[in-house]
């Protein structure tokens, strides 16, 4: 019934095709909201466990680092960091893991229907989106609940988020396009995700980290938007806990990490246009 839809949005209104950006974002709506359903269709909890799947490894994760290896008492906000940067990590992880699966998934799509091929790998960082943001909700009770006082340069979280939704769809869309001809890329990636798990800032704090390996993992964009996120939310005011990318790199040391997620998007969106014509006859 969900790709019924999305067939329907594609071939219906056909002089929508030529506005372009309207005719782009109307398919990537439809088809994100139908993955969205799709993904959670015949599961008993249903769309509870965007919320549980996070909060059960927290719960875990809080209790081996809070508890046992005593990092509560580096800071108060721990258990807040904590969860800021797993909600983080599980959008990254489901981003890219459905994008690289999506244009084998949507095969009868690529092989029946004319659109352009770059809605299927996009619609699906949508999609996690979507959990990524009531996850967000979860992290804004426990920001309440640290009786955190929200304040005007929150906003600057927007432009965060951005960020690292460009690097989420660049790497979605080279993992999408190179599964196609290499399938066995997922058990190369589900590797990649549980050390890019444990090679960032997410259960400990950087300045754990020497200055040398703070220099390589600063040069991630997840990195530096987490590092972000929780200075401007949990330590405005505390240097110690407020490590970021300018003191590691300097006052424009930020500049790094956003250039490697542009580059990333760049890289995606060439790599993927120039594969889009054989896509269909390869999957």
């Not at 080279?174 to 066995?184: W, Y």
Request: proline content about 6%.
């Amino acid at each position: 019934m969900s790709e019924a839809r999305v067939n329907l949005a594609i071939a219906e209104h056909p002089e929508e095709r030529r506005r372009g950006a309207s005719y782009l974002l109307r398919i990537l709506g439809v088809t994100a909201a139908a993955d969205y359903k799709l993904k959670y269709s015949g599961s008993l909890l249903g769309y509870v466990w965007s919320v549980a799947k996070p909060l059960l490894l927290f719960t875990m994760l809080y209790f081996v680092y809070g508890h046992i290896f005593k990092l509560d008492k580096v800071s108060a906000y721990y258990p807040t960091s904590l969860l800021m940067g797993l909600v983080c990590f599980y959008f990254f992880a489901d981003a890219t893991m459905l994008g690289m699966y999506s244009l084998v998934m949507k095969e009868s799509m690529l092989r029946k229907l004319i659109f352009p091929r770059v809605v299927i790998p996009i619609s699906t960082v949508v999609t996690a989106a979507i959990t990524f943001m009531i996850n967000l909700l979860v992290v804004g009770v426990f920001v309440a609940a640290a009786d955190i006082t929200p304040r005007l340069d929150w906003l600057y979280l927007l432009p965060l988020l951005v960020e690292l939704l460009a690097f989420v769809v660049g790497v979605s869309l080279i993992l999408a396009t190179l599964f196609v001809r290499l399938r066995d890329l997922s058990q190369i990636w589900e590797l990649v995700v549980q050390l890019f798990m444990f090679g960032s800032p997410i259960m400990y704090p950087v300045g754990y980290l020497p200055e040398w390996a703070r220099k390589i993992v600063f040069l991630n964009p997840f990195t530096q938007v987490l590092q972000d996120a929780r200075a401007l939310v949990l330590y405005p005011d505390v240097p110690r806990n407020k490590i970021t990318v300018d003191q590691v790199f300097g006052p424009y040391g930020r500049l790094a990490p956003i250039g490697v997620a542009l580059a990333v998007l760049l890289v995606g969106l060439l790599f993927f246009r120039r594969e889009e014509p054989w896509l269909a006859e390869r999957v």
